[in-house]
Each structure stands twice: as C-alpha cells, then as structure tokens.
C-alpha cells in the first residue's frame, strides 16, 4: 500500500502488472529548454511508448524555470500537448508522470488533473508512484539528507520562483558550452552518496526493501545508473539528453 504523499494520498492500491508487461522509465527532458536535446530522442520515445503496457515520466520532463516560451501559459499549454500527443494514440499504455523539482508548480499540477480526466490512461503524482515492487521518483532528494517533510517544504518554495531572466539563459549556455555541468555530475552526484540519501528518503517513507521494494527508478541527478545494488535495492537512472550527456530509455521492472 502507498503511504501519505502530500496530494495527500497516493494510489491506495498500487497496479500490478504479470512478470512479462513491458514498462518503460524516463525523466528529464527538460523540454523548452536550450540546453535540452530532447527532440532527438522523440522517435524513440515515442516507439517505446508503442510499445509499453505502462510508461513512467519522472519529473523534469518540462522545465518551466527554464522556459524559453514567452510566458507561464505559453510553457503550460506546450507542456499538456506534449503529453496529449504521448498519451492518446497510445491507450493500451498507462502514464504515469511524477513531478520533479522543475515541474512541480501547483499551475501544472491544476493543468494535469484536467488532461489526467481528460486522458483515462494519464495518473500524475506529486513525489513518487508504486507499482508492484518497484518505486519510481524523481530524485532531488539526493540533493541532502533530506526526508519527505522537507522535501514538501523545499517544493513548496519552488513554487514561488519565476521563469529566468534572459542574461541567466546566456550564464547557463556558457556553463553548458565548457561542460561544467558534466564535471558536477560526475563530482558532486557520485552513486554511493546519491543512492544512500535515496535509501534514507525511502525509509521515511516506507517504500524500502522490507516493504517489497526491489528496484527504484529515479532522475535528477543526470548521471546514468544502471542496476546498482545497495540496501537490498537496485537503482535505475536514464541519465538526460542535455548537450555532453547522454539519455536512456530505461526498461522497468513490473511485476
């Protein structure tokens, strides 16, 4: 059963799937953009989502602080076609999207409820989702030892931020150019220290190995992760298609 996740409630009864369904994990496109490089994976995208039985979006899948789009509204309405043009030619799938801390505005959140009434086979979650014995999040929680409490409360100052200012966009191209944020990622978000927070934040919230997790499924961080093992865990990462790093497409565990 999922615990309390501040929308307040996740799913009462997480989906379960047989061993064989096909499911399929990305996060980070930070679409809008300019650093993103999302465009070149669409066709992949797109066939996996062909293919899947369920199709999980975690976090950062749009980038409204980032936006490069005139407006709020502008980013918000790119955003929910984005996702209608996913979702509906694909109705044998199940969407799930899990907000990140790039797309968590409370704007986006009242757009998805409406494509999600709209979209029978389109779930949105605040935090996390759980299906079977497998946990998906988006994974600013490596960014400190920090629990679901805080977590909601760092959320909850996103919110307020704006869109960037122009003069930052040109900081952020350059950093980009000269692959700094490459060498951060490589530095600063190393697996042991990212994948213990993880383990800690899952404890917080009951969603561990002794629950029946198995494998958990994150972003954030950039970094690709492919089956690492820690804390009777394995971790998934798909990495993100921002210039000087490379995005998977990540086959989930269903069952």
């Known amino acids: 059963m999922l615990l309390a996740a501040g929308r307040d409630l996740e799913l009462k009864s997480p989906p379960t799937y047989p061993p064989s369904a096909r499911g399929y994990f990305i996060s980070d496109l930070h679409l809008f953009t300019r650093r993103s490089c999302a465009e070149l ?13 369920a199709f999980v979006l975690g976090g950062d899948i749009f980038d409204f602080k980032w936006s490069t789009h005139a407006t709020l509204d502008d980013s918000l309405d790119a955003a929910i076609e984005w996702l209608r043009e996913l979702v509906a030619p694909h109705p044998q799938c199940r969407f799930f999207y899990v907000l990140g801390n790039h797309d968590c505005l ?12 709209e979209l029978p086979n389109l779930d949105w979650h605040p935090y996390y989702v759980r299906i079977g014995s497998s946990l998906f999040l988006h994974g600013d929680v490596a960014d400190g030892d920090i629990d679901h409490e805080m977590l909601v409360s760092r ?19 350059a950093v980009v150019t000269v692959r700094v944020h490459r060498l951060v990622s490589i530095v600063f978000q190393r697996a042991p ?9 899952l404890d917080d919230i009951g969603h561990n ?36 790093l490379k995005l998977r497409i990540v086959k989930a565990e269903l069952s």
């Not at 994976?41 to 039985?53: Q, R, V």
């Not at 954030?220 to 992760?225: C, G, R």
Request: aromatic share 10%; glycine share 8%; hydrophobic share 40%.
């Open 155 to 173: 959320r909850s100052v996103i919110h307020h931020r704006g869109s960037k200012h122009i003069v930052s966009h040109l900081m952020y191209d």
């Open 106 to 117: 409370p704007a986006f959140q009242f757009r998805l409820d409406a494509l999600a009434h």
């Open 41 to 53: 994976h669409a066709t992949d995208i797109w066939a996996a989502a062909a293919d899947a039985e």
């Open 209 to 244: 190995a002794e629950s029946g997790v198995r494998n958990v499924y994150f972003g954030h961080t950039h970094a690709p992760l492919e089956e690492y093992h820690c804390g009777g865990l394995v971790f998934h990462n798909g990495g993100a298609p921002i210039k000087g």
């Open 193 to 201: 220290r990212v994948v213990r927070r993880i383990l800690a934040y």
